[in-house]
């Protein structure tokens, strides 16, 4: 048999100190990124909150305005059309009851043709349709920030990862919580 050569226990032993100085170098470098990148989560998740908000504030304002001037525009064409049915009803005389009528015709076939189909309803739909859909924008928003920063603070507060996080200077993050009287839904005025 060939003689086989020794290693040296030395060698053995730098070896071993490399290997494990590898692993701990990469369990660390694995739990910074895991932290950064669920940190990162929770901001990705936190600015889709702020969208929806944001898209809350641009959005009602204007619906709420062009339903006050839809209704508003019907309204006095209501009001004028009453007022010329009321003329029509206290006419006295043939003539008075004849130009009324003319006025009053005219004013119907004005509202007919500009107006087919008067919209103040449907547009008050449409205002009820898109606050209920922001809001419920605005709840998954806040879901998924939640559930991003449970995850997180799941990873920062369990062994190893606490002692890891507490290294880099992660700490747990806190999850969305609603404001006092925001339990009662917000008032639309016209």
């Known amino acids: 048999m060939p003689e086989q050569k020794r290693r040296s226990p030395i060698f053995i032993a730098i070896i071993a100190i ?24 929770i901001n990705a998740a936190w600015g889709q909150v702020q969208t929806q908000y944001q898209r809350r504030a641009d959005l009602i304002p204007n619906l709420v305005n062009t339903v006050k001037g839809y209704a508003a525009h019907e309204a006095k064409i209501l009001t004028d059309l009453t007022a010329l049915r009321s003329r029509h009803q206290q006419a006295s005389t043939p003539e008075e009851l004849e130009a009324v009528d003319r006025e009053l ?27 209920a859909g922001t809001e419920n924008r605005i709840a998954v928003a806040r879901r998924d920030y939640n559930t991003a ?24 993050r806190p999850m969305f919580e609603a404001q006092p009287g925001t339990d009662t839904p917000p008032t639309v005025s016209f």
């Open 149 to 172: 920063v449970a995850s997180y603070n799941h990873s920062v507060r369990t062994i190893p990862g606490k002692w890891f996080a507490g290294l880099f200077g992660f700490a747990p």
């Open 18 to 41: 490399v290997v494990i100085a590898l692993l701990i170098g990469g369990s660390f470098i694995m739990y910074h990124n895991s932290f950064v990148r669920s940190d990162e989560k």
């Open 105 to 131: 015709r005219a004013a119907i076939n004005v509202a007919v043709e500009a107006y087919p189909d008067l919209k103040a309803n449907q547009n008050f739909l449409a205002l009820q349709d898109e606050l």
